[in-house]
């Protein structure tokens, strides 16, 4: 298998199958293997006493549905397709599973919140991605293009969400992609506004440098609208495809807490999200809104 792997978690939803035509069509770029896994929920231990004859058969039945899957999937799209199946906690489980094969990236289905009054996404979801080690496009609804012509990019004040730059312009090049800078500014926040526009000019002649196609803008406004709405309404002007994010607040880069703004756009957005979580800073700065 090559050395660049695919984790794909699978419950048999309608969710998890649009997932895996993402994956896959994302692996054929990347020339990725990939690795469906379905995990079977933990039992207490007085269910484990009288059912493990009939635990044990479930677990073959799944492997089995799953192999039909990576048969199916495999001849579709001509890519070596492994599978796992395991028992315990959902989340644990990918998470232990994408460290054990050295996956740099988990695409997974989620059902998300309903409504946009809610700031809880699917647990399972919501703990794949704040303890994963590697980016995870999570994918909300059952309908998107494969592939990309628009990525967004939001930009903060902090030093890690550039480093989702070196993800946006590996996405991009794939689908030779636009790359949608932006920021938001709250209408009084004159010193915000310069920091901002300086910070997006250099990101944007570092993507164009970098020969990809690059937009930058900064928008304005009041502080009772929510900063993932904007984002949201941004990426709608250019019907987008992808929303690639930092997951954590600067100061809490050492911990495992999900930023609020994240917490959002992960939970809300229609279209796919790249979560990507900032590598360990040794300076603790200012707070941030964890774009």
Known sequence: MSASKILVPIGFSEQSMVALNQALSIAKIK??????????????????????????????????????ISKEFSQKYGINIDTMVSRGKIYQQINEVADMISADLI????????????????????????LSKCPVITIKGEH???????????????????????????????????????SVVLKDSQEVRARLTKNMTQVKDF?????????????????????????????????????????????????????????????????PVMSIRPKESKYITGSTIAF
């Open 31 to 68: 020339k990725s293997g990939v690795v469906l896994l379905s995990v079977i929920k933990e039992q207490s231990v007085i269910q484990s006493l009288f059912t493990d004859e009939k635990s044990d058969a479930l677990k073959e039945k799944v492997k089995e549905k799953l192999d039909s």
């Open 107 to 130: 695409i997974m289905g989620t059902n998300g919140s309903q409504g946009r009054s809610s700031k809880v996404i699917g647990s399972n979801a919501e703990k794949v991605v704040r």
């Open 144 to 182: 998107h293009m494969i592939g990309c012509d628009n990525i967004i990019l939001p930009i903060d004040l902090a030093k890690e969400t550039k480093q989702k730059v070196t993800y946006a312009l590996e996405y991009a090049r794939y689908w030779n992609a636009t790359i949608r800078v932006v």
């Open 207 to 271: 993507i164009l440098n970098a020969g990809v196609k690059c937009s930058a803008e900064l928008i304005e406004g009041e502080k009772k609208q929510t900063l993932g709405d904007f984002v949201f309404d941004y990426e709608k002007r250019f019907e987008s495809d992808l929303i690639m994010i930092m997951t954590k607040k600067e100061e809490l880069s050492l911990s495992n807490n999900i930023s609020e703004t994240a917490r959002y756009i992960i939970n809300n957005s229609e279209i």
